[in-house]
């Protein structure tokens, strides 16, 4: 298997699926190979597909909510505080405390989360905390278990609608998807997605979108490796310095 088949392989399925049939999962995968110039055998696609729909179940995080629960009853989190929940990129955020400080923070991200997964679980790791601002990374997955912007986009509108709905007083700031080595190949569907929450951000005083996408580009306009650790896709302590220099300011406004 050539480097690059491995690589779009791997991508593929270390990411939570969508919610379509098996058969248009599989054609899905296919055309996204296509697209990128990589051969895949009809049995690589379809155990792509059956890894894609199981991880498309909307309680398959549901173990890392129970840790979560367990973690409250443990010690009880702080109030008037800003959550940070999303994906991995904020799970791995281990300076979070240090860096958002003087506010209280409390992070809430589990990986290879989508939007549809933390939408489900709303309830148990969004709203019992009442926070006066959440921060939310969230998106990349989604569009790497090839769903549409449009569709990310939907999902993104349904969180935002919630918190609307459930938590008026909590403003919501939105890290853009970020670029990455390793997902340069949704490079225009990522920059899609972000304009879409960038649009809906200019028109809703209670949204605020913070870009990190040119900040973590080189002068060639590459996602700049110094930032990333080895994977290529998950950013190290210096790129976690410039998420906190983009995000922190937010916070003075609230």
């Excluded at 969508?18 to 248009?24: F, G, K, L, Y």
């Excluded at 055309?31 to 398959?60: G, R």
């Excluded at 449009?150 to 008026?168: A, I």
Aim: hydrophobic share 40%; with cysteine; proline share 5%.
């Amino acid at each position: 298997m050539s480097k690059m088949k491995t690589l779009f392989l791997f991508f593929v399925l270390v990411t939570a699926g969508c919610s379509n049939s098996i058969s248009d999962l599989e054609k899905k995968i296919k055309a996204q190979a296509d697209k990128n110039n990589v051969e895949i055998s009809l049995a690589e696609i379809k155990k792509t597909a059956i890894y894609l729909d199981t991880w498309s179940k909307e309680d398959f995080y549901q173990d890392a909510i129970n840790e979560f629960k367990e973690l409250d009853k443990a010690s009880t989190p702080p109030t008037d505080m800003v959550l940070f929940t999303g994906s991995s990129s904020i799970r791995f955020w281990k300076s979070l405390k240090e860096d958002m400080a003087p506010y209280n923070t409390l992070n809430r991200g589990f990986g290879g989360a989508q939007i549809a997964h933390v939408n489900y679980h709303f309830n148990e790791i969004v709203k019992p905390y009442k926070p006066k601002a959440i921060v939310f990374f969230c998106g990349t997955n989604d569009l790497a278990a090839l769903k549409s912007p449009g569709e990310v986009f939907s999902d993104f509108n349904l969180f935002y609608s919630m918190v609307k709905k459930e938590l008026p007083e909590t403003r919501l700031i939105v890290i853009g998807v970020k670029p990455s080595i390793a997902r340069e190949y949704l490079i225009q569907e990522e920059k899609e997605f972000n304009k879409l929450i960038n649009n809906l951000a200019a028109k809703n005083a209670s949204l605020t979108y913070v870009s990190v996408w040119d900040p973590m580009l080189t002068t060639e306009g590459k996602p700049d490796p110094s930032l990333f650790v080895e994977d290529g896709l998950h950013i190290n302590a210096k790129g976690y310095d410039l998420w906190t220099r983009l995000v922190k300011p937010e916070l003075e406004n609230l």
